[in-house]
């Protein structure tokens, strides 16, 4: 399984970014997803999760209401919609595929099996 992250870049505090994570090799319907934030000097963390059908989302109280995260099984992606952006949550943010039940959104980074290779979201002031 490969995971391809993209979509981060710059943006002013309150603007939005949407990254998306491309998901190639076995059968996508089969993973949780999630996404996961390293800020300099900081330890990975994680952002929101999406369990394998799609109905049942849960993110870090840091990103609730602001951040949305949706897959789309037919395009085997998974995106991360990022509104009311703030300069700390400038970090690499990666998309993550996880094992699990249909209606289970895994949580910690030992969860996940695959990673991607990150995408830089900075939040200027």
């Known amino acids: 399984v490969q995971l391809q992250a993209s979509g981060g870049g710059l943006v002013q505090a309150g603007g939005s970014l949407r990254l998306s994570c491309a998901v190639s090799g076995r059968a996508f319907g089969n993973y949780a997803m999630g996404w996961f934030r390293q800020a300099p000097g900081k330890e990975r963390e994680f952002v929101a999760s999406?369990?394998?059908?799609?109905?049942?989302?849960y993110y870090a109280d840091s990103v609730k209401g602001r951040f949305t995260i949706s897959r789309d099984n037919a395009k085997n992606t998974v995106h991360l919609q990022m509104n009311s952006l703030k300069p700390e949550d400038t970090a690499v943010y990666y998309c993550?595929?996880?094992?699990?039940?249909?209606?289970?959104?895994?949580?910690?980074?030992?969860?996940?099996?695959?990673w991607g290779q990150g995408t830089q979201v900075t939040v200027s002031s």
């Open positions: 999406v369990s394998r059908s799609g109905d049942i989302t």
């Open positions: 993550a595929a996880g094992s699990g039940g249909p209606y289970y959104t895994p949580r910690l980074s030992r969860e996940y099996v695959y």
